[in-house]
């Protein structure tokens, strides 16, 4: 290796020293304790701590814990609604911004702009908005002749409420899609015209095709945030009403800072941990059968 070489690498190690000791502290260290502490009776007030092996993730799967199951199922209710919804919205309203018309640059900071607003004051105003006796939706079903709606105040519209929410945040979702609608070539578009296609033509044959990877990837990251949602369940609901809105993440919390069961609480995030990781991978293996790339030619 020449001297030239030998400073290129150091001052490539050098500058990759931030990123490497920042992984270090801020993402292997914590797994490594967590993983440690879900194998303790770990408890910030209560008796000596021991290593009690699996003892807390049996506790968790053999239903002494009432709540564990529920937050599992509440959860994945949430995941199916939401990801679903905000995965088809923020797809056609890229679709409808990518269109030339007037102001889309407009509209398009309008889109994004919920997604840099603080979780705090979104869950605020949605409250209001939300509210069964003076909430602006209320008063627009009521005004059409519609019955009313309990939202999140509701054991059974609870969760779809929320996930009616997510929809106020897909800006960022949104703007990757229309990264991927401007990449589509327009000589695709102008084939399916020759051939007499109309715009359904052009959405199934070139649109979907050519922007499923990006749609894999948003499917992807909306599924890893529904997952982790809490925001909402902390601020608006707090579990309720009858911990209809008990999400994962919201209970695990609960378990950690309200009753102090650090242990407990580390062995949810490792199960939370191996849920994700083990659907993201059969979604990544579905892709095979509906996920095109450049230059690729599948086999039907």
């Known amino acids: 290796m020449t001297k030239k070489r030998k400073k290129e690498a150091f001052f490539g190690i050098l500058f990759a020293m931030p990123i490497i000791l920042g992984f270090l ?4 260290a914590p797994l490594i ?6 194998l303790t009776n770990y408890n910030v007030v209560g008796a000596e701590t021991h290593f009690t092996g699996i003892d807390n993730f049996k506790h968790l799967f053999d239903g002494t814990d009432m709540y564990f199951f529920k937050s599992l199922k509440v959860t994945a209710y949430y995941v199916l609604l939401s990801v679903p919804l905000q995965v088809i919205f923020a797809f ?5 911004l990518n269109a030339d018309i007037k102001g889309r640059s407009l509209f398009r900071t309008v889109f994004y702009l919920p997604t840099i607003v603080p979780a705090v004051a979104s869950s605020i105003v949605w409250m209001m908005l939300f509210d069964p006796d003076t909430g602006f939706l209320n008063t627009i079903l009521k005004a059409a002749g519609l019955p009313g709606s309990k939202w999140i105040y509701g054991e059974s519209t609870a969760v779809p409420s929320l996930a009616l929410m997510s929809l106020w945040t897909v800006g960022g979702t949104v703007v990757i899609f229309l990264a991927g609608l401007q ?11 020759v051939d007499g296609g109309g715009w359904f033509s052009k959405l199934k044959d070139v649109t979907i095709p050519m922007v499923s990877p990006t749609i894999f990837f948003n499917l992807i990251m909306s599924f890893i945030s529904s997952f982790q949602v809490f925001s ?3 601020i608006m609901t707090a579990g309720g009403p009858n911990n209809s809105t008990l999400f994962y993440v919201y209970y695990m919390y609960r378990e950690a800072f309200q009753y102090g069961n650090v242990g407990v609480a580390s062995a949810l995030g490792w199960i939370l941990f191996l849920i994700i990781l083990v659907l993201t991978m059969i ?5 095979a059968l509906w996920v095109f790339y450049d230059g690729e030619v599948k086999n039907k």
Not at 25 to 28: A, C, D, K, M, P
Not at 33 to 38: A, D, E, H
Not at 183 to 193: D, G, I, R, S
Request: aromatic share 12%.
């Open 25 to 28: 502290i801020f993402v292997l």
């Open 33 to 38: 304790v967590s993983l440690v502490m879900s």
């Open 92 to 96: 056609c309203i890229a679709l409808v």
């Open 183 to 193: 990449n589509v070539p327009k000589e695709l578009y102008e084939a399916v015209e």
């Open 232 to 234: 909402q369940a902390y």
């Open 283 to 287: 979604v990544f293996k579905s892709s």
